[in-house]
């Protein structure tokens, strides 16, 4: 690269190609933050969650902002993986994430009354990738997180998450096939399991792709230069937060 560079200084007359050379380092550092995308999921699942609250399952309200919701898991499921592997201690971040599930969770039932809150599943979803990493036996680590996902069966976002997880694990192994396998696994839930009609499928599919390609294709791996505790313990605080202020109108 150091000897093209030097060529087309010498050899390039009005510079053009010296011009395309710079722009590449701005090319690669395009893309979005983690807390970009972090507080994208935050906002749609305050969508949601106030849409369970406030408006009648019936409306069109409800349909809308309960699909913007379904960003939200896929993000975090997706964030989850990449914790796992950049966590400097894994024992203290699952410790984290049960000790604000249990922070979260009367507030939770309070507002929606629906099993246990999405920080218990991905706590859940942490025991599954320890799972898929230490245990060498295949039957026993298919059997453990079989286990694992249906135990998310009493969480939000019950199987899914756990799914996602999985599919974000193996995102090496899956390349392209990574966002659609997000998406056949949510219709195959919600319409084979739950029994979903058809067009409500598809509408609360889109988000579940938005989310997966918004991650694998548009994550920059970059975190924000300034405040970045700041928004580690934001993130973790909004859960609760925002639950108890829902709890409270």
């Given at each position: 690269?150091?000897?093209?560079?030097?060529?087309?200084?010498?050899?390039?007359?009005?510079?053009?190609?010296?011009?395309?050379?710079?722009?590449?380092?701005?090319?690669?550092?395009?893309?979005?933050?983690?807390?970009?995308?972090?507080?994208?999921?935050?906002?749609?699942?305050?969508?949601?969650?106030?849409?369970?609250?406030?408006?009648?399952?019936?409306?069109?309200?409800?349909?809308?902002?309960?699909?913007?919701?379904?960003?939200?898991?896929?993000?975090?499921?997706?964030?989850?993986?990449?914790?796992?592997?950049?966590?400097?201690?894994?024992?203290r971040?699952?410790?984290?994430?049960?000790?604000?599930?249990?922070?979260?969770?009367?507030?939770?039932?309070?507002?929606?009354?629906?099993?246990?809150?999405?920080?218990f599943?991905?706590?859940?979803?942490?025991?599954?990738?320890?799972?898929?990493?230490?245990?060498?036996?295949?039957?026993?680590?298919?059997?453990?997180?079989?286990?694992?996902?249906?135990?998310?069966?009493?969480?939000?976002?019950p199987?899914?998450?756990?799914?996602?997880?999985?599919?974000?694990?193996?995102?090496?192994?899956?390349?392209?096939?990574?966002?659609?396998?997000?998406?056949?696994?949510y219709?195959?839930?919600?319409?084979?399991?739950?029994?979903?009609?058809?067009?409500?499928?598809?509408?609360?599919?889109?988000?579940?792709?938005?989310?997966?390609?918004?991650?694998?294709?548009?994550?920059?791996?970059r975190?924000?230069?300034?405040?970045?505790?700041?928004?580690?313990?934001?993130?973790?605080?909004?859960?609760?937060?925002?639950?108890?202020?829902?709890?409270?109108?």
């Amino acid at each position: 690269m150091r000897n093209l560079y030097c060529y087309l200084r010498k050899n390039d007359r009005n510079g053009f190609s010296l011009r395309i050379i710079n722009m590449l380092p701005k090319i690669e550092n395009k893309g979005f933050t983690r807390e970009t995308i972090k507080m994208t999921a935050m906002l749609t699942m305050a969508c949601c969650h106030t849409a369970h609250i406030f408006a009648g399952s019936d409306t069109l309200l409800y349909l809308i902002l309960t699909a913007v919701g379904n960003f939200t898991a896929p993000c975090m499921c997706y964030f989850l993986v990449e914790g796992f592997y950049k966590t400097s201690d894994r024992r203290r971040y699952l410790l984290r994430l049960l000790i604000f599930a249990c922070l979260s969770q009367p507030f939770y039932h309070l507002a929606l009354g629906l099993g246990l809150n999405m920080l218990f599943t991905l706590s859940a979803c942490f025991l599954e990738l320890l799972v898929l990493e230490k245990v060498k036996h295949g039957w026993l680590k298919g059997m453990l997180c079989l286990i694992i996902i249906l135990s998310t069966a009493w969480m939000d976002w019950p199987v899914l998450a756990a799914v996602f997880t999985l599919v974000f694990y193996r995102m090496d192994d899956l390349k392209w096939m990574t966002v659609p396998c997000c998406g056949l696994a949510y219709a195959f839930c919600t319409a084979g399991i739950m029994g979903e009609g058809l067009l409500r499928v598809v509408i609360n599919v889109i988000p579940v792709l938005t989310a997966g390609v918004a991650v694998t294709r548009f994550y920059s791996k970059r975190r924000v230069t300034h405040g970045q505790k700041f928004f580690k313990w934001f993130f973790y605080l909004f859960y609760p937060v925002h639950l108890a202020v829902l709890c409270c109108i």
